[in-house]
């Protein structure tokens, strides 16, 4: 969020202000969070009773930041006789270690205060503003430690502060009360410890913290995790920072459930998605199976634990449906929303089969195939048994839980996001047509993996048989001649809903589109009113409902366009792919190499620079593959027996790209490209040059 400093480390995380203070609203995702729970509200500083203004932050390191600040407001001139450094590191718990410092020539009395408040808010009661709470709240206060607590029937959190000096604690924070001398300075280490209690008095976190390195190797790790993904060389300069950033973002975004003993996968993102998703964890680890193969098989096993064993319509759960949402507050809890977890989701489901078959691809990982063999056909017979739901033989969704479920369940799952090109939103049960791309990819895939690793011809006979007949029936059912483009989906009459969207973008990398037909969506694609410049939009302008600012209307969404320049590059498209890529890292510059969830949709021409989303998260996991896939994209990376075969095609501004130690079955290589034209240019003048880095 703009104007918010973030330190994070997995599902727990700190949102504060450029300062180091915390001072939430009950709507606003600021505060120190674990488990979908704001244990922090308000944590602010004061010395003689002034706050502080920050001269200077050094965020660089994603679980740590340091805050130089002196006391007062902002001013144009600082001769500040006292400052002080703030150093926060996050980990299972929060530290946060206080120095200050007397440059001046007299002693100096200071009166230190850290007040401290704590409103156990659910992820979801901020997000939807929701301010009542069912239980009770308590104030234990220590010599030496400040204790503040939730509690509701069984549901218990607790946070606790203490310091490494000596204090006074009161219920509304601690107090330090010194004197300096001249040149002298004074030091405290904060310690803020996050219980998640159960009937029992056991805190459940305590096997999380079990599970992880001590603190202190924390950069190690993070060193570690660096150096074992391939080294990229390039020219580019914008490529080089937004790798770097993305790789520093995938390790901030890992977390370990407890059900797969320290094995770490991909939350979502900051500050709203800090969980488990099988939409998005699937999807990321697709991106970066060439850079970070080690994230695909965990999230693997534990949706596969965690897949539908029954029909439950609050949980808007089949058997063999993969999760869409885990969580784990209050409001999850007590059944007050349904993602305990929650299956409203209709794409996750076949991309789990797709990424189960491309990683065995990359990796020759033959072990993994056959672990999860009955959880994969599990996932391909709920698409026909239970996702069809109109016996059209296509995946449809409608939402059964009317109360809490999500109406839209493909990944543009906004309320408004499917709709005909006139605005008019259609009825339920919807078919969008990138889940019917899904479907059929994965039926492929599952055929080859039933033949080669499950001694299942048959099996495999009668699956592709099904993809053909799939096929055939998307593309006489869906495909709007007179306009040359698939439609967004079929309504509950199968009348195709005509917006124009990215979506079409995905069929290509599914691979449903017939030859003769790409070229025109590929032209709609690349046209003004999908491309922006920086890339594709999600809905097109001219459509009823677009908005450049709209969430799943008009943005541009950086995972969407990797997945479409994927596809483009699949068909043979790879000066439009490249003009994707380009656009897509361009925009990285004007956000310090970390991509947002998504960003305006207006032309780059218009605006000759990104627009923010207001409330886009940052960093997102599958925004940070984005850039990976790109890169794979412009290097025309593709594992082909056993091999790895490399087609590369880069777009003007990036004169060479190397991808060096590739990990796959393999074992370890390089690619290589140097920049030529695709295509012979029709100007000599790029209209978008790569911008400078701020």
């Known amino acids: 969020m703009p104007g918010t400093v973030s330190c994070i480390d997995g599902n727990t995380f700190i949102v504060s202000d450029p300062s180091g203070d915390v001072d939430a609203s009950p709507a606003t995702p600021v505060g ?19 706050r502080m203004t920050a001269l200077s932050v050094d965020d660089s390191q994603y679980y740590e930041v340091a805050f130089f600040l002196v006391p007062g ?3 144009d001139y600082v001769e500040a006789d006292v400052s002080a450094i703030r150093r926060r590191r996050i980990g299972p718990e929060l530290t946060e270690s206080l120095t200050v410092f007397n440059y001046g020539e007299q002693d100096v009395d200071l009166d230190m205060r850290l007040e401290v408040a704590a409103d156990f808010a659910d992820i979801f009661d901020i997000k939807f503003d929701i301010r009542e709470k069912a239980g009770a709240y308590y104030t234990h206060v220590g010599a030496d430690e400040l204790t503040l607590g939730y509690q509701r029937g069984t549901f218990q959190r607790e946070v606790s502060v203490s310091a490494s000096e000596p204090a006074t604690v009161d219920p509304r924070g601690i107090r330090f009360q010194l004197r300096l001398a001249p040149g002298q300075q004074w030091s405290t280490q904060l310690r803020v410890t996050m219980r998640a209690l159960r009937p029992d008095g056991r805190d459940w976190r305590t096997a999380v913290r079990a599970m992880r390195p001590d603190e202190s190797t924390l950069p190690d790790t993070v060193r570690a995790w660096i150096a074992a993904a391939p080294q990229l060389d390039t020219d580019n300069a914008a490529l080089q ?21 320290g094995a770490t996968v991909p939350a979502a993102g900051l500050p709203w998605f800090m969980t488990l998703f099988g939409r998005d964890s699937l999807l990321t680890c697709l991106q970066t199976l060439h850079v970070t193969p080690s ?12 897949q539908g064993v029954r029909t439950d319509d609050i949980l808007d759960a089949d058997p063999g449906r993969i999760l869409h949402e885990l969580r784990y507050g ?57 996702a069809d739901l109109t016996s059209t033989g296509y995946v449809w969704y409608e939402r059964r839980n009317r109360a809490t479920g999500l109406e839209n369940q493909c990944w543009k799952d906004s309320w408004d996001s499917i709709s005909y090109a006139d605005g008019r939103l259609p009825g339920f049960p919807r078919a969008t047509c990138e889940v019917q791309g899904y479907a059929y990819d994965a039926k492929i895939r599952a055929a080859r993996l039933a033949r080669t690793f499950w001694d299942d011809p048959a099996y495999a006979d009668r699956l592709e048989q099904e993809a053909t007949a799939l096929k055939d ?34 069929l290509l990398w599914s691979g449903i589109v017939p030859p003769d037909r790409a070229p025109r969506v590929v032209e709609h694609l690349m ?17 009823r409902r677009y908005n450049p600012l709209g969430y799943h209307n008009g943005t541009v969404w950086p995972f969407d366009n990797s997945f479409i320049a994927w596809g483009l590059q699949r068909y043979g498209f790879a000066a439009e792919a490249g003009r994707i890529a380009k656009g897509i890292i361009d925009a990285a510059t004007y956000f310090h190499g970390r991509l947002p969830e998504a960003f305006g949709g207006f032309a780059r021409q218009t605006t000759r620079y990104p627009v923010r989303y207001p409330t886009a998260g940052s960093p997102q996991a599958w925004s940070s593959g984005a850039s990976l896939l790109l890169i794979r994209t412009m ?4 594992p082909h027996e056993g091999h790895l075969a490399v087609s590369p095609a880069l777009p003007a501004g990036f004169g060479r790209i190397a991808l060096l130690d590739i990990p796959g079955r393999w074992g370890k290589v390089d690619a290589f490209a140097r920049h030529r034209p695709v295509r012979p240019p029709t100007d000599d003048t790029d209209p978008y040059p790569t911008p400078a880095l701020e």
């Open 32 to 50: 120190l969070f674990t488990a979908d729970t704001r244990f922090l509200s308000r944590w602010i500083l004061t010395i003689n009773g002034e």
């Open 73 to 75: 407001g902002q001013v």
């Open 241 to 261: 920072q937004v790798y770097h950033r993305s790789l520093v973002d995938l390790a901030a975004l890992r977390f370990a459930p407890l059900s797969l003993g």
């Open 295 to 306: 994230l695909t098989p965990p999230t693997l096993r534990i949706l596969g634990l965690l």
């Open 330 to 386: 209050e409001s999850a809890a007590f059944e007050e929303q349904p993602h305990s977890p929650y299956y409203g989701s209709v794409d996750a489901t076949p991309l789990f089969v797709i990424l189960l078959d491309e990683y065995e691809r990359w990796t020759g990982d033959a072990a993994l195939v056959k672990e999860l063999e009955q959880e994969a056909r599990a996932a391909l017979d709920w698409i026909d048994r239970y």
């Open 473 to 506: 029936r998307f593309n006489r059912d869906f495909w709007i001649d007179e306009r040359g483009y698939y439609a967004l989906a079929l309504d509950r009459d199968a009348t195709p809903v005509d917006a124009l969207s990215s979506n079409i973008g995905h």
């Open 527 to 543: 046209s003004p009113a999908l491309f922006s410049g920086w890339g594709v939009r999600t809905l097109a302008e001219g459509q």
């Open 635 to 638: 290097l025309g990376m593709d």
